[in-house]
């Protein structure tokens, strides 16, 4: 069964393929229109790990920890007042307020094992980023937070893959852009929280987010 759409937009349903299940991807993009930055991961962990209907929804998971880091020096600012989920709302006015989106660089995969690890991650079909910038005309930035988005990313454009915590220049549209290669959220990666707190911090400061 081919799977095909001209939207990167997806509601989340699942499709059989072969004798894998194909999952389209749950969330819509988030695309403040005044967004500077946006940040791409590769796709959502399985319904089961999450803790709230937003992007990096599991409490394993450091990216709102990190932010909480850096713009409040509290890395439980997202959490609610149970600890056990974060606060959708709070984010959200936060990215809105900052000028972050946020999408992935896969609309419908197969996870080749029952985990969220991106080594058994199959792009079924990659989203198309372009689409994305040509809703958001202040971006002037990509940040990616894996290997797997990074290389889906430099599928669709002509840039130089960056070092991790660095970033790559090219030209797209006829204006500059960067593309930031940032350290992954996850705990699997091997990097203390303090550690990825200050290479975001440095990518926000360097893109006056900050």
């Known amino acids: 069964m081919n799977i095909s759409t001209k939207s990167p937009i997806f509601t989340g349903n699942i499709q059989k393929m072969d004798t894998i299940i194909a999952e389209s991807h749950p969330l819509i993009p988030f695309l403040p229109p005044q967004a500077k930055l946006l940040m791409l991961g590769s796709f959502p962990p399985q319904k089961k790990r999450w803790s709230m209907d937003f992007y990096y929804p599991n409490l394993n998971n450091d990216m709102w920890r990190i932010m909480g880091i850096i713009f409040f020096n509290n890395k439980e600012h997202f959490l609610t007042e149970s600890g056990k989920a974060f606060c959708r709302e709070r984010i959200i006015d936060f990215l809105t307020e900052k000028g972050i989106a946020l999408f992935d660089t896969a609309t419908v995969i197969r996870r080749l094992q029952d985990n969220a690890s991106d080594k058994f991650l199959e792009i079924v079909q990659p989203t198309d980023i372009k689409e994305l910038l040509q809703q958001l005309p202040l971006c002037h930035a990509m940040a990616t937070t894996g290997q797997k988005a990074t290389d889906t990313l430099r599928e669709q454009f002509d840039v130089a893959e960056p070092k991790v ?36 911090h440095k990518m926000l400061q360097e893109l006056q987010i900050i």
């Open 165 to 200: 915590g660095g970033y790559a220049e090219f030209i797209y549209n006829k204006q500059p852009m960067r593309l930031y290669r940032m350290p992954s959220s996850s705990r699997a990666y091997p990097l203390k929280l303090e550690s990825k707190a200050e290479a975001y």
